[in-house]
């Protein structure tokens, strides 16, 4: 499976963008602007020891895992999270949970069956800087 993520925009601290999965538009990203992962490829990792259960292997020796998680704003992030919602506006995500609900279950199935799930992060050609 191909996850991509594709950076749309800034707002203040908050990075937008689009989450793809095999080319399908599945849901809307948030990162935190300072914390979040250079553009590149990464492999998603099943995590045992938490309650956020997949996280992306970054490969750093600092904050090596950067978790799938919800929340609707910059205010209800936890650290080196990319929040997964339906983008209202820059900076803010609506139906985060149903969103997440949705997107667990197939992250769930790659990994049962072995299959590596790739996450390419990347940089929309029409960024917005609103910051």
Not at 12 to 39: F, K, M, W, Y
Request: positive net charge.
């Amino acid at each position: 499976m191909e996850i991509k993520i594709i950076r749309f925009g800034r707002y203040h601290h908050a990075v937008s963008g689009r989450l793809l999965i095999d080319g399908q538009h599945v849901c809307d990203t948030l990162e935190q602007d300072n914390g979040s992962l250079p553009e590149g490829e990464y492999v998603m990792c099943r995590n045992k020891a938490s309650a956020l259960p997949y996280y992306i292997y970054s490969g750093k020796e600092e904050d090596r895992k950067v978790f799938l998680s919800m929340g609707n704003g910059i205010h209800g992030w936890r650290h080196r999270c990319i929040i997964v919602g339906e983008c209202l506006h820059l900076g803010f995500l609506i139906r985060s949970q149903e969103h997440y609900d949705q997107l667990l279950p197939r992250l769930r199935m790659q990994l049962v069956r072995h299959r590596p799930i790739v996450v390419k992060i990347s940089r929309s050609p029409d960024f917005v800087d609103a910051a």
